[in-house]
């Protein structure tokens, strides 16, 4: 008879096997290191002996091939660093690859997408061939790529703002000869903006004889709620119907009824802002276990479904295409190098414009009541420019006003990026002067569901922002230095003109505590503050124009 220690041990030896298949497939069984390796180890890497400047300066659209390996060969392992005060340097930092002397890069992709963060952002990831860490800062990637005869490693700065700092090992084994069944590696970024309405996204096509290994996927969503209903298709070897189906995007990434932020082995979920105007969302996908296999080409695709909103915050349907601009990483090992199956858009178009202020720059243009003291400190780890701006205080009522000019009419999504530590407040938002909910959509998260905020009473609606640290994932870093994260306030119409923010202090988080007098932590501490320019306008037209079009297929 089979109890349930006897099945749960069989479970468990199944388990064990699956995970060692698993790894014995991607190189990395512990009972090879038992036996001799073949080659021998090098790094090209941003060293110098005997000096700490260790980085290499890319100016504006500077452009550097950093390494040339003389084949045969194989990459083993990619550590790099970029710094920047382009705050969305991870679109615009740039990855390209090419192998054994071809014209195109078998990998481009910027390094945000590649290494597991969207939309420009920055996001820990701890899976197995990508590991980011320093909250988004550290790039790591494991993925094998061998070569033939070369490898050229080329990195460039396509910012239009600012230059970049480049830390990086670049960790390979020069070989005596590489299998004759060698499959190359590649990396390719996509994006769709706007999307073809109706269409479902392209995530990846190929030619030849591969395997697909994995997809980073990002969405901004133009419109309000849950954006993942659509399901994905795999086209193998010329299909016309797809033999492999899915059942929604969530269920792609292998979660459930939703989506949240983690980050696993082969699956995770890095960004996910809550479900307003312009949530920006990114999810991996590793195949390592179970890899798309194809003989003469692969056609992936996703649906761009989900449920469709208007701007009243009325739900019209909860299966219909919606307008949300998607961007992805495509992974995949091919028997020849191929060419590039999309073009790659310029840093132009694969960021919104946005107006940038660095806090601790323009801390003399910021108004404050009395008996407020605005600082600019020497040093924080967690900050963009290195010296910080803190906002000293010790009475509820305090303010601050922040001064932003915009040049040109549109919609702008609000965030501040917080400095949060132990010894601060809880500060109430005005935008001209005027309450969050009459000067434009509050989306500060917190108390109520985002999907219904055009439809709540003022007294239901997220005012304030706490600076307090609620997160401490690293006691060392938090506890001295704070922990820096960008914060979604709303979205606003503003003209051509002068604008402010305003911050009234209204109390403390219960945990805040002042070190210095003992009292409730009143203070404040910010870096940014960003309005990047929103690129979908009017999508109640958009989605009326998408029924007819529903209606006219039926």
Request: hydrophobic fraction near 40%; proline fraction near 6%.
């Amino acid at each position: 008879m089979t109890g349930p220690k006897s099945l749960s041990a069989k479970l468990g030896a199944v388990l064990l096997a699956w995970v060692a298949a698993a790894l014995q497939a991607a190189g990395q069984d512990l009972n090879g290191l038992m036996r001799a390796q073949e080659g021998r180890s090098a790094r090209a890497s941003t060293g110098k002996l005997a000096e700490n400047g260790d980085a290499i300066r890319l100016e504006k659209g500077e452009s550097r091939t950093v390494a040339v390996l003389e084949g045969p060969g194989k990459i083993s392992h990619i550590w790099l660093i970029a710094n920047s005060l382009d705050i969305r340097y991870p679109r615009a930092v740039v990855l390209r690859i090419y192998w054994d002397g071809a014209a195109v890069p078998s990998v481009e992709t910027p390094v945000g997408d590649f290494f597991g963060a969207g939309n420009g952002m920055r996001a820990d990831i701890d899976s197995w061939p990508v590991k980011s860490s320093s909250y988004g800062r550290g790039y790591n990637c494991y993925w094998p790529m061998p070569f033939r005869k070369e490898a050229r490693i080329v990195i460039a700065n396509e910012s239009d703002k600012d230059t970049a700092g480049i830390f990086y090992h670049i960790d390979w084994v020069k070989l005596d000869a590489v299998p004759a069944d060698m499959m190359y590696f590649h990396a390719r970024y996509h994006q769709e903006y706007p999307p073809e309405m109706g269409k479902p996204y392209t995530v990846f096509v190929g030619r030849g004889r591969g395997h697909y290994v994995g997809t980073v996927l990002s969405s901004q969503n133009a419109i309000g709620h849950w954006f993942g209903e659509g399901d994905d298709f795999f086209y193998i070897d010329g299909e016309t119907t797809p033999s492999i189906l899915g059942t929604g995007t969530e269920d792609y990434f292998n979660d459930a009824w939703n989506m949240r932020v983690h980050s696993t082995l082969f699956t995770g979920c890095t960004i996910f802002e809550p479900r307003g105007i312009d949530a920006r969302i990114t999810a991996y996908r590793w195949h390592i276990a179970d890899p798309v296999i194809f003989k003469t080409s692969l056609k992936f695709e996703i649906e761009r479904r989900g449920f469709a909103m208007d701007s009243k915050g009325v739900v019209i349907d909860s299966f219909k295409p919606r307008p949300d601009y998607w961007s992805s990483v495509s992974y995949w090992y091919l028997d020849r190098i191929a060419e590039p199956w999309c073009p790659f858009p310029p840093y132009k178009d694969r960021v919104n414009p946005e107006i940038v202020l660095h806090l601790p720059q323009v801390v003399a243009t910021i108004r404050h009541s009395a008996g407020v003291e605005l600082q600019v400190l020497p040093y924080n780890r967690a900050t963009w420019t290195k010296p910080w701006f803190r906002v000293k205080n010790e009475t509820v009522g305090s303010w601050i006003e922040i001064p932003f000019e915009v040049k040109d009419k549109g919609r702008y999504a609000m965030s501040l990026f917080q400095t949060l530590r132990e010894d601060q407040g809880v500060w109430k938002v005005y935008v001209d002067g005027r309450e969050i909910f009459e000067a434009g959509e509050s989306q500060i998260a917190g108390g109520y569901s985002i999907d219904e905020v055009a439809q709540l009473p003022p007294e239901r609606i997220n005012k304030v922002l706490d600076f307090y640290n609620v997160y401490k994932k690293n006691i060392h870093e938090d506890y001295i230095w704070g922990q820096g994260r960008e914060r979604k306030i709303g979205l606003f119409e503003f003209g051509p003109g002068t604008h402010t923010l305003r911050l009234v202090c209204v109390g403390a988080n219960p945990q805040a505590v002042d070190p210095e007098t003992g009292k409730p932590g009143y203070n404040l501490a910010a870096d940014i503050l960003s309005l990047r320019k929103l690129p979908f306008e009017n999508m109640d037209a958009w989605l009326q124009e998408m029924i007819e079009l529903e209606k006219r297929k039926k």
